[in-house]
């Protein structure tokens, strides 16, 4: 099986129908409120409103921000709380009164469009709780359905990773916790509602803190992961997490049900003890994975779809207990001021790729037109305030990065993929593009393997791919499909 699409031409087709040009409506963020720091609501909204943040996830139902958000277009999510199952799902005037008051008062000059009830119940100790949320669940929508708004706001609950009983390879999803669970989905397939689940690439890093696997959980460039049943070769944890709970809903008989990431995100600060918590990993986990959304690229089993994701979180909350990581993922300041810079204010929404830091080791000489790529596969992630220092300056190189002979389609695949997803114009190799035809994997590879080594400096480095690239001296230009570069 191929990676992320059979063929360049289905690949680049989807990246072209799936969304248009200007949606940004999978990103979204949570805003939680453990703190005693925060904006007020009217400060959040036109915060909001000047990034590509299009859907906001609260834990509660807060009036105030819900009132804020009116008549901005932004989606949000609201929710009952754990406390609030017993009475939901025992109680249809209870439920009812709850629609009322938290979501008939304020739909529809506050877009809400998901109610969740509950979060990560199914994986608690307390299965009593669990076993309460699918009437909960039911009564809510049925108080929907009553107000006839069951088509327009769904209703859905969350879940953390571990429904999964097994994830690795991705091919092999498959949930736990039975009759419960399987009920849950066919409540989700009957209503048309989503799959919510909370994926960290963060916590399997913090579990497995080997340079391979940051370099896999950052989005940066690695030696991949094969998944041995499908051949399909990740190249980032990201999709492994989604595609392993494709594969447990197809699994499950439930294919058709959405999948939104409800959470995902990353410390910039933590504890001592903590691996992996400072800026420059934020701001590459970050930053790469909303260039992968923009990207459309999907998942190897779900190409060409950018699932809804809402990344955790909007501001830092300074009352939360447990470690320093716990009170460290905010993308913006109580001052309204960004912790750093991933690319969401509307004036910006191309940042700069965040690659792996460039540390070159000595090359293996060969013919000058072929410089050898100096990358190592997984170099450690810079802290914020040190200098990136190569031990040999190297000057930008003339020529132009293609494949080098013999590279299989699906590495190919992968160094599409990873270009497309870090900023760069891949326009040019979608349908009606200059450079779509010939729609071969190998073409469109070269066109955006080019592409991000010409934008990212030109350096011996930039053209590596984990050694799948060479700098050639001849022009790959062709017709009116005009490759840049060639002069230093």
């Known amino acids: 099986m191929a990676s992320y699409c059979s063929t360049a031409a289905i690949f680049c087709f989807l990246l072209l129908s799936f969304h248009s040009a200007n949606s940004q409506s999978f990103i979204g963020v949570n805003y939680g409120q453990v703190a005693d720091n925060l904006p007020p609501p009217e400060a959040t909204a036109k915060l909001l409103q000047s990034t590509s943040i299009e859907k906001v996830r609260l834990y509660g139902a807060d009036p105030a921000i819900i009132k804020a958000l009116a008549n901005t277009g932004i989606g949000i999510v609201i929710g009952a709380a754990n406390g609030d199952i017993p009475a939901l799902a025992s109680d249809p005037n209870f439920a009812g009164n709850w629609v009322n008051s938290n979501v008939l008062a304020y739909y529809p000059a506050s877009k809400i469009i998901i109610v969740t009830v509950g979060n990560e119940v199914v994986t608690l100790p307390d299965q009593n709780l669990a076993s309460q949320l699918l009437p909960a669940m039911q009564n809510v929508q049925n108080a929907l359905n009553a107000a006839s708004l069951g088509g327009k706001i769904k ?48 916590f399997a890093y913090r579990d497995d803190p080997r340079p391979e696997t940051l370099a896999f ?30 594969s447990a809903l197809k699994a499950s008989g439930f294919k058709d049900v959405e999948i939104v990431v409800a959470e ?20 590459g986990y970050n930053g790469n994975l909303i260039n992968h959304l923009r990207s459309k690229v999907g998942t190897p089993l779900m190409p060409g779809k950018s699932v809804d994701t809402y990344i955790f979180a909007l501001y830092d909350e300074n009352l939360k207990p447990g470690p320093a990581s716990e009170r460290s993922f905010g993308l913006f300041n109580p001052d309204l001021s960004a912790t750093y810079d991933v690319g969401l204010a509307k004036s910006t929404q191309t940042p700069a790729p965040t690659p792996a830091t460039p540390e ?22 810079t802290t914020p305030t040190s200098p990136v220092i190569n031990p040999v300056p190297s000057p930008h ?18 160094n599409l993929d990873y270009a ?26 070269a066109y955006a393997m080019n592409l991000l080594y010409q934008s990212a400096g030109r350096n011996p480095w930039n053209c590596d791919f984990l050694q799948t690239a060479t700098i050639s001296t001849t022009n790959p230009s062709y017709d009116s499909c005009v490759y840049p570069g060639g002069s230093t």
């Open 155 to 202: 209703v859905s609950t969350v879940h953390s990773m571990a429904i999964l009983s097994q994830s690795e390879p991705p091919s092999a999803g498959a949930f736990g916790y039975g009759d419960t669970l399987k009920a849950l989905l066919q409540f989700l397939s009957s209503n048309g509602s989503p799959l919510m689940i909370n994926p960290y690439p963060f």
């Open 397 to 414: 190189v003339a020529g132009w990065c293609v494949p080098m002979p013999g590279i299989s389609d699906a590495q190919l695949q992968a």
């Open 420 to 445: 497309c997803s870090q900023g760069i114009d891949c326009s040019p190799i979608q349908p009606g593009g200059a450079c779509f035809e010939p729609a071969t994997v190998v073409s469109h590879a």
């Open 360 to 381: 070159p080791s000595p090359a293996t000489p060969a013919p000058a037109t072929h410089p050898a790529p100096t990358t190592p596969v997984n170099p450690a992630p």
């Open 217 to 246: 959980c950052l989005f940066q460039p690695n030696a991949g992961r094969l998944d041995s049943n499908t051949g399909i070769k990740y190249m980032n944890m990201w999709d492994a997490q989604v595609d392993a709970i494709y």
């Open 264 to 283: 995902t995100g990353w410390p910039y600060k933590g504890d001592p003890n903590e691996v992996g918590t400072n800026l420059e990993n934020a701001k």
